[in-house]
């Protein structure tokens, strides 16, 4: 369902199997060409989606709202064979296909065509790439295979009892694994019913909930960050018929970034529910999930979800005993089938057989706890390792901060500088001293921060997580200007 109406599973199988016709242009087999497409989110991208699969093609789902620079990059690096579009993204991709001289297909000429024979397509074949976010260097292109997608389908479907009798809200961008794994995807394996938004907007979001036809929800942190906003904005008896809405919605669940504990407990005022956190990454689906039925833990992301093998390691690939922080290792039939193009990488990526996720993580009671990107979120300051994550949870508190992150800024005497990024609450001000005073009650003297950057907003990227790497840069260049003018600044500290 979508905003031109509601589709039968029906109108699906007969939309895609004319974009497969179409694309197969009287071949037997696209025997894995790369199909690349811009769609609004709505039930045509899931008919393209599809139709690429049905034809044997390699699905590479483009992101709204970018450039012509980086949809070009992600068209050269999977030499793709055509483009697919709708109305909004005729003039951007039909001049980037032209200049290639690959095919450009807009998406009403595909239904033109009549369905013919279709190929037989093997859980084994590559079925789609996703590219990261790239935040330290260019995207990689993660493929996975149908037999990969169905293992991160069915153990989500498993853990969190999914049924034809669902119905969940699609408001998150159609090209990273949460919108089209965790919503669409799972969706449509259990029949359920998938309301789809084009864009992310809190009030529409609100309304459908209020329209009590929703029984899941999925969202990112900054996503429920909004929602509340747009409840706190609302009349008081607005306000009592949303929570009673959101009270008969039967699960609620928080990813792609870490929660915020104050987030948390906020929804949960308001909507009654204790979110569900879990981890997952574009390399693995989802890996780690906080229980449907029994305790979830703030803070926390759980345990391994079904069919998926979970370790932490540390810097020799040994297990580490619990309690002890360890990066996160993954094997199992979700795990994705290697980067396009980059052998090396590939190999770079698993360790006897396991994936190796990057982020770091200890158990504590039984339950995982993420500490942040090994690379990123661990800085090592004076000889210490701390987590950014833990200093992030400790700022929120702090009554002038509305939004924060932590990054580790280099520094030829401590190795790194812990580097505090926030944004005020409106008419606050604060400033170094008087937050390494307020902060001292609850962190260890080594995980102060020692500079500080005030900004109107983090930079993050469209999942809602903050672009650490960009932060890094913008502390350097704040200290350069800072020493250039000899002066304090009111930014950094």
Same mark, same amino acid.
């Given at each position: 369902m979508d905003s031109q109406g509601a589709f039968t599973y029906r109108d699906l199988l007969d939309a895609s199997s004319r974009v497969a016709s179409a694309l197969l242009a009287g071949r037997e087999d696209l025997h *894995?060409?790369?199909?690349?497409?811009?769609?609004?989110?709505?039930?045509?991208?899931?008919?393209?989606?599809?139709?690429?699969?049905? @034809?044997? =093609?390699?699905?590479?789902?483009?992101?709204?709202?970018?450039?012509k620079p980086e949809l070009e990059y992600l068209v050269d690096d999977t030499a793709a064979s055509a483009l697919l579009f709708d109305a909004p993204a005729v003039a951007l991709l039909g001049s980037i296909a032209a200049d290639r001289r690959i095919r450009a297909l807009p998406y009403e000429d595909l239904l033109a065509f009549q369905?013919?024979?279709?190929? *037989?397509?093997?859980? #084994? /074949?590559?079925?789609? !790439?996703?590219?990261?976010?790239?935040?330290?260097? /260019?995207?990689?292109?993660?493929?996975?295979?149908?037999?990969?997608?169905?293992?991160?389908?069915?153990?989500?479907?498993?853990?969190?009892?999914?049924?034809?009798?669902?119905? !969940?809200?699609?408001c998150l961008p159609l090209h990273h694994v949460h919108g089209i794994i965790n919503v669409v995807s799972c969706a449509l394996w259990s029949g359920a019913t998938c309301h789809m938004l084009?864009?992310?907007?809190?009030?529409?979001?609100?309304?459908?909930?209020? =329209?009590?036809?929703?029984?899941?929800?999925?969202?990112?942190?900054?996503?429920?960050?909004?929602? !509340?906003?747009?409840?706190?904005?609302?009349?008081?008896?607005?306000?009592?018929?949303?929570?009673?809405?959101?009270?008969?919605?039967?699960?609620?669940v928080s990813g792609s970034a870490a929660l915020p504990v104050s987030t948390l407990q906020r929804w949960k005022e308001i909507s009654g529910h204790t979110l569900l956190e879990r981890y997952g990454?574009? *390399?693995?689906?989802?890996?780690?999930?906080?229980? &449907?039925?029994? *305790?979830?833990?703030?803070?926390?992301? =759980?345990?391994?979800? %079904?069919?998926?093998?979970?370790?932490?390691?540390? =810097?020799?690939?040994? %297990?580490v005993p619990t309690?002890?922080?360890?990066?996160?290792?993954?094997?199992?039939?979700?795990?994705?089938?290697?980067?396009?193009?980059?052998?090396? @990488?590939t190999r770079g990526a698993f360790r006897d057989g396991w994936f190796r996720t990057g982020d770091t993580a200890v158990i504590e009671g039984s339950v995982y706890r993420i500490l942040g990107r090994t690379n990123v979120d661990i800085l090592k300051t004076g000889g210490h390792k701390v987590s950014?994550? #833990? !200093? #992030?949870?400790?700022?929120r508190e702090h009554p002038a901060v509305a939004e924060c992150a932590v990054v580790g800024v280099p520094d030829p005497e401590w190795g790194e500088r812990v580097a505090a990024a926030v944004v005020l609450n409106d008419g606050a001000a604060l400033?170094?001293?008087?937050?390494?005073?307020?902060?001292? #009650?609850? &962190?260890?003297?080594?995980?102060?921060?020692?500079? &500080?950057?005030?900004?109107?907003?983090?930079?993050?990227? @469209?999942?809602?997580?903050?672009?650490?790497?960009?932060l890094v840069a913008m502390f350097q260049t704040a200290a350069m200007r800072r020493s250039l003018t000899r002066g304090g600044g009111r930014d950094v500290c």
């Amino acid at each position: 369902m979508d905003s031109q109406g509601a589709f039968t599973y029906r109108d699906l199988l007969d939309a895609s199997s004319r974009v497969a016709s179409a694309l197969l242009a009287g071949r037997e087999d696209l025997h *894995e060409d790369r199909v690349a497409f811009l769609i609004t989110p709505g039930f045509p991208w899931v008919a393209v989606q599809w139709g690429i699969w049905q @034809a044997g =093609g390699i699905a590479v789902p483009l992101p709204l709202n970018s450039t012509k620079p980086e949809l070009e990059y992600l068209v050269d690096d999977t030499a793709a064979s055509a483009l697919l579009f709708d109305a909004p993204a005729v003039a951007l991709l039909g001049s980037i296909a032209a200049d290639r001289r690959i095919r450009a297909l807009p998406y009403e000429d595909l239904l033109a065509f009549q369905s013919a024979g279709l190929p *037989e397509v093997t859980s #084994e /074949r590559r079925a789609m !790439i996703l590219y990261t976010s790239g935040t330290t260097s /260019r995207s990689k292109g993660v493929v996975t295979t149908h037999a990969n997608i169905a293992a991160q389908i069915m153990s989500l479907v498993e853990a969190w009892e999914w049924s034809a009798d669902d119905a !969940i809200l699609l408001c998150l961008p159609l090209h990273h694994v949460h919108g089209i794994i965790n919503v669409v995807s799972c969706a449509l394996w259990s029949g359920a019913t998938c309301h789809m938004l084009p864009r992310f907007d809190a009030n529409a979001v609100w309304d459908h909930i209020a =329209g009590g036809k929703i029984t899941l929800f999925m969202a990112v942190p900054t996503v429920y960050t909004k929602l !509340i906003a747009a409840w706190d904005a609302a009349s008081p008896s607005r306000r009592a018929d949303l929570s009673k809405a959101c009270a008969r919605l039967r699960l609620m669940v928080s990813g792609s970034a870490a929660l915020p504990v104050s987030t948390l407990q906020r929804w949960k005022e308001i909507s009654g529910h204790t979110l569900l956190e879990r981890y997952g990454m574009t *390399e693995i689906g989802m890996a780690l999930s906080n229980p &449907l039925r029994g *305790e979830r833990v703030p803070g926390s992301v =759980g345990t391994p979800l %079904p069919g998926v093998e979970v370790r932490l390691v540390g =810097g020799n690939g040994e %297990p580490v005993p619990t309690g002890t922080p360890g990066e996160i290792e993954v094997r199992g039939p979700n795990v994705f089938a290697e980067y396009w193009g980059q052998p090396a @990488a590939t190999r770079g990526a698993f360790r006897d057989g396991w994936f190796r996720t990057g982020d770091t993580a200890v158990i504590e009671g039984s339950v995982y706890r993420i500490l942040g990107r090994t690379n990123v979120d661990i800085l090592k300051t004076g000889g210490h390792k701390v987590s950014a994550l #833990e !200093i #992030e949870e400790a700022l929120r508190e702090h009554p002038a901060v509305a939004e924060c992150a932590v990054v580790g800024v280099p520094d030829p005497e401590w190795g790194e500088r812990v580097a505090a990024a926030v944004v005020l609450n409106d008419g606050a001000a604060l400033d170094l001293s008087s937050l390494r005073a307020w902060a001292k #009650e609850s &962190l260890a003297p080594h995980k102060l921060p020692s500079r &500080l950057l005030v900004l109107d907003a983090l930079p993050r990227n @469209a999942l809602g997580k903050v672009v650490k790497p960009t932060l890094v840069a913008m502390f350097q260049t704040a200290a350069m200007r800072r020493s250039l003018t000899r002066g304090g600044g009111r930014d950094v500290c």
